[in-house]
């Protein structure tokens, strides 16, 4: 995942799938098609997903990712 920022506020998302199994790829499709919806445009202290386009698992994993982010900006 990719998240590019300017002042804090996301501008772009860029997500990459790995799906282990068949429907593993639908949902991980379905939420990156929605992701960039959600969050282009917040402050990055805002961007939180719970649940995109159906896809409830992979938001976790994007939050993660998100934290991890936050973390080095900050440092």
Known sequence: MTL??????????????????????QYQSQFIGGIKNEVVGKR???VSVSRVSGSSLTSGG????????KAEAAA
């Open 4 to 25: 590019t920022l300017a002042d804090d506020v996301v501008t772009e998302v860029e997500v990459t799938g790995n799906p282990q199994a068949r429907e593993s790829e």
């Open 44 to 46: 990055l202290d805002e």
């Open 62 to 69: 994007f939050m993660q990712a998100v934290e991890l982010i």
